[in-house]
C-alpha cells in the first residue's frame, strides 16, 4: 500500500479545474459499510476535491471492498 | 436457515452415501478407497486402510471371501473387482504397521469363548473398548487357524496372536469346567465364536441367539459366527462385542443397528459410456504388482456426482450439493468472521437442472435462492452482488424505457404483448416486427406492454421488490382490462406463471405456432444444434411449439446432448452474469462447446451470451423475420450500454410511429455526443459503466466545474449517481463531441468526491 501511496506522488501534475491548484496527498477518509479507512491520496488543497486513481480504484480498493461486503 | 431445512436438503444428495462394495462388505471395508490407491501403486496406503476396518488384518486379508463382489458395480461392465486378492496383495507386499493406542481401562471384563476368527475379533474389540478381556480356548488354537486356509503361515498367525497379547488379551486354555453359565457368573459378559466347534458343543448357544443383538438364552451371553464365511464370521465377532458394550452400559441392545451388518447403498452411479473390461485373472501364487495395480484400475471409483458433470457452477466452486448445502447453512449462521459462501450463492444460475439429472431431486436452485432471500433479510446480501440487475430493472420500469398502450385505434385489448426487457434491448427490429405480425394475425386489440417482469428481483432474492413489481404488473394488466399476455421470454413467462398466477400468460412460440408465422424461404444451410433456455425446461408445451416453427423454417436442428428439461442455462439465469460475469463466460463456453454446429435459440439472453464467446447462434425470430442484409447468425452481441438506448429508442419510435406521441424533450445531458475507440467502450462494458452514466458525468464535470485537468489537456471528472462513484477521463474537442479515454468506479466513499465537497 504504502508503494502505491509513494505512485500518487505523479498525480502532482494534476491540477484542480476550478482553483488551478496542483494536486497534493493529504489524509483523506475513505468509509464503506460502517469502516472507516484514512488513506494519503491526491487532493486539491484549496477546495479539498479528491482525487481516486484508477490503480487504486480497481485493486486495492476492490479488494477491501469485497472482504468487507463478505463480513 | 433452520438445521431441519439443511438436514432435508442433505438428505437428498447421494454422493457421500458409501460405494457399493463397502455397503456389502460385513465389516465395510472402503473397498473403492482401496482401489484408488492400488491403482496407483500406493499398496502402504492399501494396508492403512485395511488395517483401519480389518481385525487381524494379516489372516482376513489373505482369506477375505469378499462378499463384495456381488455389489460391485463392475459386474454389469465386465465382471466384479477381485478386492479379495487385492487385499491379499497389499498384505503380501509388506506388513502391517499398527500403532498401539492405550485405550483407559474401564474396570469392566469380558470372558470370550473359542479361539476361532469371530472370537478373535471380538475379544480385539473388547480390549479396544478398555475391557479386561480372557480369551477360553483350545491349546491347539493356532494350529487351527492355520487350517482355515493354505494362504495362511504360521508366521501370520503368531504375529497376530503376539498383537493380540500386546493389547492385553490373555488367553487361557479350554478345560472340562469352562461352560458359558459359569463364565457369566465370573466376568461381566461373554460372548461366544460359533466358529469354534468346542462353542458349539454348549447346547444353549446353538441357533437360540438374536440375530440382531446374538444375544443367547443365558443372560450377559452372546454368540455368534456359525457360519462358512470367514469376513461374516469377524462381523459377528464384532457385532456380539458391541452387543457386549450396549449390555455394560444397559442400553438398548438392538435399536439402530441397521447398518451394522451389508445393507444396501443410496449411492448412484452412472455407468452409461463404461467400457466393459473383463478382471484380470487371479494367479494361484497371488497378483503381481503390475497386476495388482491393472486389476484395481478397473474400479469404478463408483460416485454420483450427476450434477456436477454438466454445471460449470457446481465444477467451479469443487464440490457437490451436501456439501455445499452444509457451507451455506454455515455461511447463514455466521455472526462474526467472513461469510465465505457468499459468492457461490450468488453464482448458481437457478436453473434447475440439477434438481432434474439428481436421483434424489436436490435443488441447487431453492437452497440459493433461499439463502439469497435470507441475506437479503439479514442484510447480508453484498451490495455489489446484483445492483447493476436491480438498477436495471428500475431503469427498464422508467417512464423513457416502458410502455403500454392499447393497439393503435383500439379501445381496448384482448392480448398484450410483452416483448421483456432483453428482446427489446437487444433486438428492437423484431421486437417491432413481431408486434406487427401479432396485431395481423390476432383479432380483438393486441396491446404492447414493455417493463420488466420482476425476473431480477427474484433471481437476486429481493421479495419486497418483487412484490412491489407484482403489484404494479397486476394493477397495468388490470387497467388493460385483463387480456391474454403473450410473453416473448420464457423467464418472464415463469415469472407470471410462479408470482402472478391470476396473470393469464401465455408464450410468444405457442401463438406464433397456432396463428402462423411469415412465409420464409428455406435458405440452404447446415444444421443447427437447438438450445432450450433453462426457462423452457417445464415448459414442454412451448418446446414442442418451437421444435414445430422450426421445422417449418426448414432448418434442421439438432438436439444437445441435454437438452428438454434437461437443458444447461447460457449464464445470465439467476443473475450469474451479474454476480460472477466470469463463471457465466465459463458456463456459455462449456455450452456452445456441446456441438460444433450453429446455435439455434429463442431466447435474446441466450442469443447474446453465447455470440459474446464468438459462437454463431441465430435467434429463431431472425428466421422469421430477418434482418436487412444478412442473416442473424452474424449479428454483433449487443452491449449493456446498446440495450438500454435501443429500449428508450424503441420507445420512442413506436410511440411516434404507432401512437403518434410527440416527443418530450430528453434531459440535456442526454444529448451529450460521446466518442471513443473500441479499447475504451470494451474497458467500460467490462467495468458495467454506462455510456448514460458517462454523458451523466462529463455533463456534471462540465456543468459545476469540479474536474481536474491533465498536463495533456484531458480532463478527469466524477460523480456519485447513487452507490456508486464513476470516474471519467475525457477530452472536450472543438467539433462540440467528447472523447472518453476511459472510466472506472468505485463503492468505497471518498470524502473530498461527493457532489458539492467540500
Redesign the interface.
Known amino acids: 500500500m504504502k508503494e502505491l501511496v509513494k505512485s500518487f506522488e505523479k498525480y502532482g ?6 482553483c488551478g491548484c496542483p ?1 497534493e496527498l493529504r489524509k ?6 460502517g469502516s472507516v479507512f484514512s488513506v494519503d ?1 491526491p ?1 486539491c488543497p484549496s ?6 486513481p ?1 490503480e487504486l ?2 485493486g486495492k ?2 479488494e ?4 468487507l ?3 | 436457515m433452520e438445521k431441519s431445512t439443511l438436514v432435508e436438503f442433505e438428505s437428498k444428495c447421494v454422493q457421500e452415501e458409501p460405494p457399493r462394495c463397502r455397503a456389502a462388505c460385513p465389516l465395510h471395508l472402503d473397498g473403492r478407497a482401496l482401489c484408488e490407491a492400488a491403482a496407483k501403486g500406493r499398496f502402504d496406503e492399501g494396508r492403512k486402510i485395511i488395517q483401519k476396518t480389518l481385525p487381524l488384518p494379516g489372516i482376513l486379508a489373505r482369506i477375505c471371501d469378499a462378499p463384495c463382489r456381488d455389489a460391485c458395480l463392475r459386474q454389469e461392465k465386465g465382471g466384479a473387482l477381485e478386492l479379495g486378492a487385492l487385499e491379499r496383495f497389499c498384505a503380501d507386499e509388506g506388513p502391517f504397521r499398527r500403532p498401539r493406542i492405550l485405550v483407559p481401562k474401564t474396570g469392566r471384563t469380558a470372558a470370550v469363548l473359542g479361539g476361532g476368527i469371530s472370537s478373535l475379533t471380538a475379544a480385539l474389540d473388547g480390549a479396544g473398548k478398555g475391557y479386561s478381556v480372557t480369551v477360553f480356548r483350545a491349546e491347539t488354537g493356532g494350529r487351527e487357524l492355520l487350517s482355515l486356509s493354505s494362504l495362511l503361515t504360521e508366521d501370520v498367525v503368531r504375529e497376530e496372536l503376539e498383537w493380540m497379547e500386546k493389547l492385553g488379551v490373555l488367553f487361557l486354555p479350554w478345560d472340562a469346567s469352562v461352560s458359558p453359565e459359569g463364565l457369566a457368573e465370573r466376568f461381566d459378559a461373554v460372548y461366544a465364536g460359533l466358529d469354534d466347534p468346542l462353542c458349539r458343543s454348549f447346547p444353549e448357544l446353538l441357533g437360540r441367539e438374536d440375530p440382531v443383538s446374538l444375544e443367547t438364552a443365558v443372560p450377559g451371553v452372546f454368540a455368534g459366527g456359525n457360519t462358512p464365511s470367514f469376513i461374516f464370521r469377524a462381523a459377528a465377532g464384532r457385532r456380539g462385542m458391541k452387543s457386549v458394550e450396549r449390555f455394560l452400559q444397559g442400553a438398548s441392545l438392538t435399536s439402530s443397528r441397521e447398518k451394522e451388518g451389508p445393507y444396501e447403498t443410496r449411492l448412484f452411479t452412472n455407468i452409461e459410456g463404461i467400457d466393459p473390461a473383463p478382471p484380470v485373472p487371479v494367479p494361484p501364487r497371488g497378483y503381481s504388482g503390475d497386476e495388482a495395480v491393472r486389476e484395481a484400475g478397473r474400479c469404478l471409483l463408483c460416485e454420483c456426482m450427476e450434477c456436477v458433470k454438466s454445471c460449470a457452477f457446481l465444477q467451479h466452486y469443487k464440490g457437490y450439493p451436501k456439501k455445499f448445502a452444509r457451507e451455506i447453512y454455515n455461511n447463514l449462521s455466521v455472526i462474526q468472521g467472513t461469510r465465505l459462501a457468499n459468492g457461490m450463492i450468488n453464482s448458481c444460475t437457478l436453473c434447475g437442472q440439477c434438481e432434474r439429472v439428481c436421483p434424489g431431486g436436490f435443488s441447487m436452485r431453492d437452497l440459493c435462492r433461499t439463502a439469497r432471500q435470507e441475506m437479503v433479510l439479514q442484510q447480508k446480501m453484498p451490495p455489489s452482488a446484483h445492483e447493476f440487475a436491480l438498477e436495471d430493472m428500475a431503469f427498464s420500469n422508467s417512464p423513457g424505457a416502458s410502455l403500454l398502450r392499447h393497439e393503435p385505434g383500439h379501445g381496448g385489448s384482448a392480448f398484450l404483448f410483452f416483448p421483456g426487457c432483453r428482446l427489446a434491448g437487444i433486438s428492437p427490429r423484431t421486437t417491432e416486427s413481431v408486434y406487427a405480425h401479432l396485431r395481423k394475425v390476432l383479432d380483438g386489440g393486441v396491446g404492447f406492454w414493455l417493463r420488466c417482469c420482476g425476473a431480477p428481483a427474484r433471481w437476486a432474492g429481493r421479495r419486497k421488490e418483487l412484490e412491489a413489481a407484482g403489484k404494479e404488473l397486476l394493477d397495468q394488466w388490470r387497467s388493460m382490462g385483463s387480456p391474454l399476455v403473450i410473453a416473448a421470454c420464457t423467464s418472464c413467462l415463469e415469472v407470471f406463471r410462479k408470482e402472478l398466477p391470476e396473470v393469464r400468460a401465455v408464450s410468444l412460440w405457442t401463438v406464433l405456432r397456432e396463428k402462423g408465422v411469415p412465409e420464409t424461404v428455406p435458405a440452404p444451410s447446415a444444421p443447427a444444434a437447438l438450445h432450450d433456455p433453462c426457462t423452457a425446461a417445464e415448459l414442454p408445451e412451448v418446446r414442442a411449439a418451437v421444435r414445430d416453427l422450426v421445422a417449418r423454417t426448414g432448418r434442421r436442428a439438432e438436439e444437445l446432448p441435454l437438452s428438454g428439461e434437461l437443458t444447461s442455462c447460457c449464464g445470465f439465469g439467476g443473475l450469474q452474469e451479474c454476480a460472477n460475469p466470469g463463471l457465466a463466460a465459463k458456463t456459455a463456453r462449456e455450452r456452445c462447446g456441446q456441438s460444433s454446429s450453429d446455435f439455434l435459440v429463442y431466447c435474446a439472453m441466450c442469443r447474446d451470451l453465447f455470440a459474446r464467446t464468438g459462437k454463431r447462434t441465430v435467434h429463431l425470430l431472425d428466421l422469421f423475420f430477418p434482418p436487412p442484409g444478412g442473416a442473424g447468425a452474424d449479428l454483433p452481441p449487443v452491449s449493456w450500454s446498446d440495450q438500454r438506448e435501443n429500449r428508450t429508442a424503441l420507445v420512442r419510435n413506436m410511440r411516434k410511429s404507432l401512437w403518434k406521441e410527440e416527443e418530450e424533450m430528453e434531459e440535456e445531458e442526454g444529448t451529450l455526443s460521446l466518442v471513443m475507440d473500441e479499447g475504451t467502450e470494451k474497458t467500460l462494458e467490462s467495468r458495467r459503466i454506462l455510456a448514460g452514466t458517462v454523458r451523466q458525468v462529463i455533463w456534471h464535470g462540465e456543468a459545476s466545474g469540479r474536474k481536474i485537468a491533465r498536463p495533456d489537456g484531458t480532463f478527469i471528472t466524477c460523480l456519485k449517481p447513487a452507490a456508486v462513484t464513476y470516474w471519467v477521463v475525457y477530452r472536450p474537442r472543438e467539433d462540440g463531441l467528447f472523447e472518453v479515454l476511459n472510466g472506472w468506479s468505485h463503492r468505497m466513499e471518498v470524502k473530498g468526491t461527493e457532489e458539492g465537497a467540500p
Open positions: 501534475e494534476y491540477r484542480c479545474a476550478s494536486l483523506t477518509d475513505i468509509t464503506y459499510l491520496l487532493v477546495c479539498g476535491m479528491a482525487f481516486v484508477e480504484a480497481t480498493m476492490l477491501v471492498e469485497k472482504i461486503e463478505d463480513k
